[in-house]
């Protein structure tokens, strides 16, 4: 369950950071509420903290239809396309008027030979032209609501199509219209099975093809309500089909076949939205290797983004990422049809023992929950399973009873334990009768129960009765055909009703006016600059951040001067805007304890830096901290979803192990920690080897005011760097003993 629950400071801390004029919490968190006024209310950068939502009722079931270069010439595309068209239209109850400048009928109704010839303000135009864009301006001029474009040939083909996009969109910008496409197909205007009830899918493609497999589910009996088809993306986008379709209350599931976001930030508030009505995400997003993203831009013409950035932003906002499309239609369908579970815990129950060891070894390192079963329950299944038979969970029953009411008995019991939310029964292959015994006996059973009951029928045949009447014929039991699709589909279940309920948009927490840190912030940036060492913790500073005690200084007689209040030992560091790793160059010095090492590493870093060629502000003379777990704490820019926050572990493992978790603010605390949680390193925090636990606390309380610096400065902050940030141990804060700090 996410919340916003934030942790205690440290006294010491706490009065560090009331000493930069702000409160510990108010710093990091404050927003002022929202007035009644507000209709899209704005972050500290402007950014709108809601997602528009655009009214696609008209597209999806429109009144009247106008289909551009309509034609019934036997051979032409065109003519194909128009006939699918008129069913479609038939269906929905829509008027259709073909439009074509030298056709006075086609297909028997009445041709017009423009778009001003129209005898009424339509509500869809489908534009069978090769060139869209002078019939979108006719279409604007018209008050047309939605168009959809065919043509192919804009930003998937390089430069000049991305440029022939750009003005495609800006001629739709402002006009009133909404476009889909172009470089789209007939998705949209498909025939659905009205025969289907229950929760349905909503399905949204790139690529149309990719949709075939989730709109074939109808064939089993799963219900699909919409499909769009976004293709390039020139105005509607796949952000705006999901806050759609979060709200349609049909709508069970919404699954995705990404290529790439046309706005990270679009389907950040899309995603919310969708996560505050409950309403589970599920996405095949394509891009994760360079080849993939590669493949996708050439494909879609749109920049695919950091897929380490792209997949912990839809982890934090609840999109169930999968790899393959055979996963995106069990999930989805999983997700759309399953009631709320009652409990996380998973009951394996199956007829051989070798099957449920090896679908719980699977299921447990998935991270899946499986209880072992009170001693009580153990008993009671007893009576109907021989004792030498573990019923501990798994449950091995050794063969399910075929004659009796035994079988029906097993399940029962089995759903009633109030730590059992899923029960999830493997059947590897079909054994008549017992396998369709055991089939009908857990449809039966899952008609009378609350809860999830799962199938796996691992035939490869699938043409048994038992699987393609039996279980495929019950809208209660879910079934798949591979233990790995089964269980990608229960962790995508559990995990999504854990995090929508008590779901808190972090855009509620997001900072509407600007902090006093911001101002003084605003003072140390230097546009298109590298920071020194020196300002880059003025920076922080002005954050609340903590930075050692240190002076900056410009002679050898200063630095021994320093020293003395600093307090030995100290780190010389030279300290410069063009200076980013001092280490490979010489320029640190650690450890020195008396004045004459102090003149002789002053002379020397000054010598250094001018060998090198290296202009610098001064020499830092450095309070040493030694003692702590060094962490790295940063800000980049993504091309997608701008500013990012990565915590990971520091010093010289960050380039080795390469350890880091991501965000995209606004994020609160449960998001800070959950980042750590991440880490493989994750260990080093809680204390190893005698070494006592880090101070936890301090370094969320970092994360997060790094993440109001990224919102507050956003594209002025090009970069941020904090590695070593070294965390103390428990109770005795955090320290930035580095910092890089590249300005826009």
């Known amino acids: 369950m996410l919340g916003s629950t934030h942790g205690t400071l440290t006294t010491d801390f706490r009065a560090r950071v009331e000493a930069c004029g702000e409160s510990p919490r108010t710093a990091v968190h404050s927003s002022a509420a929202p007035s009644a006024d507000d209709a899209v209310p704005l972050d500290v950068s402007g950014r709108p903290l809601h997602a528009d939502v655009p009214d696609l009722d008209r597209f999806f079931r429109p009144e009247s239809v106008a289909v551009i270069g309509a034609s019934d010439a036997e051979g032409r595309p065109n003519t194909g396309i128009t006939r699918q068209l008129i069913a479609w239209a038939e269906r929905v109850g829509a008027r259709i008027h073909p439009v074509h400048p030298t056709r006075p009928t086609v297909f028997g109704l009445t041709c017009h030979a423009s778009v001003a010839d129209l005898p009424e303000q339509v509500d869809l135009a489908v534009l069978l032209v090769a060139d869209p864009l002078p019939v979108v301006e006719e279409l604007a001029e018209a008050k047309v609501k939605f168009a959809v474009a065919f043509a192919s040939g804009f930003a998937e083909t390089g430069d000049a199509g991305a440029a022939a996009q750009e003005r495609l969109g800006a001629a739709v910008r402002g006009s009133g219209l909404r476009l889909l496409g172009p470089n789209t197909n007939l998705n949209a205007f498909e025939e659905f099975r009205e025969d289907l009830d229950g929760p349905a899918i ?397 003149r002789d590493a002053y002379r020397e870093l000054t010598d250094i830096a001018r060998y090198e060629n290296v202009p610098l502000d001064g020499i830092l003379v450095c309070q040493m901290v030694e003692r702590g777990v060094e962490m790295v704490v940063g800000v980049t820019q993504d091309d997608l979803f701008g500013p990012t926050v990565t915590v990971g572990l520091g010093g010289v493992l960050v380039e080795v192990l390469h350890d880091a978790a991501v965000r995209v603010p606004p994020f609160g605390e449960d998001q800070a920690r959950a980042m750590l949680r991440e880490l493989r390193g994750h260990a080093l925090l809680e204390g190893v080897r005698g070494a006592p636990p880090a101070d936890v606390d301090a370094l969320v309380e970092v994360v997060l005011r790094i993440q109001r610096m990224a919102l507050e400065l956003g594209d002025e902050l090009s970069e941020l760097d904090i590695n070593p940030l070294m965390v103390l141990p428990r109770g005795q804060g955090a320290v930035a003993l580095d910092a890089l700090a590249i300005c826009r």
Not at 299 to 310: Q, Y
Not at 329 to 352: E, K, N
Not at 415 to 441: H, N
Not at 513 to 520: D, G, I, L, M
């Open 202 to 598: 909503a399905l949204i493609t790139q690529s149309g093809h990719q949709g075939r497999p989730v709109y074939t589910l109808q064939e089993l009996g799963i219900r699909l309500s919409h499909w769009a088809p976004t293709g390039n993306e020139a105005d509607l986008e796949t952000s705006d089909f999901i806050s759609y379709f979060a709200e349609q209350p049909e709508v069970g599931a919404i699954a995705c076949y990404v290529e790439g976001l046309k706005d990270g930030r679009s389907f950040l508030l899309a995603a919310d939205r969708a996560a505050r009505n409950g309403v589970p995400v599920v996405a095949v997003k394509v891009g994760r290797t360079e080849t993939g993203a590669r493949m996708a831009a050439s494909h879609t013409g749109k920049l695919t983004g950091a897929d380490t950035v792209v997949d912990a932003a839809m982890r934090q906002f609840g999109v169930i990422r999968v790899d393959g499309l055979d996963e995106l239609q069990d999930t989805a369908a999983l997700l759309a049809r399953a009631r709320r579970p009652q409990a996380d815990g998973v009951v394996v129950y199956s007829i051989s023992g070798g099957t449920g060891a090896h679908f719980s070894d699977l299921a447990t390192e998935a991270g899946l929950t499986l209880p072992t079963l009170s001693q009580a329950k153990q008993d009671e299944l007893h009576q109907w399973i021989p004792d030498y038979l573990n019923v501990a969970n798994p449950v091995d029953n050794g063969g399910h009873p075929v004659g009796d009411w035994r079988g029906r008995k097993i399940i029962d019991a089995i759903l009633a334990d109030p730590e059992v939310g899923v029960l999830i029964c493997p059947i590897t292959g079909p054994f008549p009768p017992m396998s369709d015994k055991l089939a009908q006996d857990l449809v039966d059973a899952a008609e009378q129960s609350d809860k999830l009951i799962c199938v796996i029928w691992g035939s490869p045949v699938g043409t048994e009765d038992a699987y393609r009447t039996t279980l495929l014929g019950s809208s209660r039991v879910a079934t798949f055909r591979t233990f790995g699709n089964c269980i990608t589909a229960v962790r995508a279940y559990l995990g999504h009703h854990r995090f929508t309920t008590g779901y808190r948009s972090p855009f509620e927490d997001a900072p509407r006016t600007p902090s006093p840190s911001y101002r003084k912030a605003q003072a140390l940036m230097r546009p298109s600059q590298q920071l020194s060492e020196h300002a880059a913790k003025q920076l922080l500073r002005a954050y609340g951040i903590r930075v050692p005690r240190e002076q900056l200084v410009t002679s050898a007689a200063a630095a021994v001067r320093a020293a003395g209040l600093v307090g030995y030992p100290v780190v010389m560091k030279a300290s410069g805007p063009q200076l980013g790793h001092k280490t490979e160059l010489g320029l640190v010095k650690i450890g020195l304890t008396s004045a004459s090492q102090i």
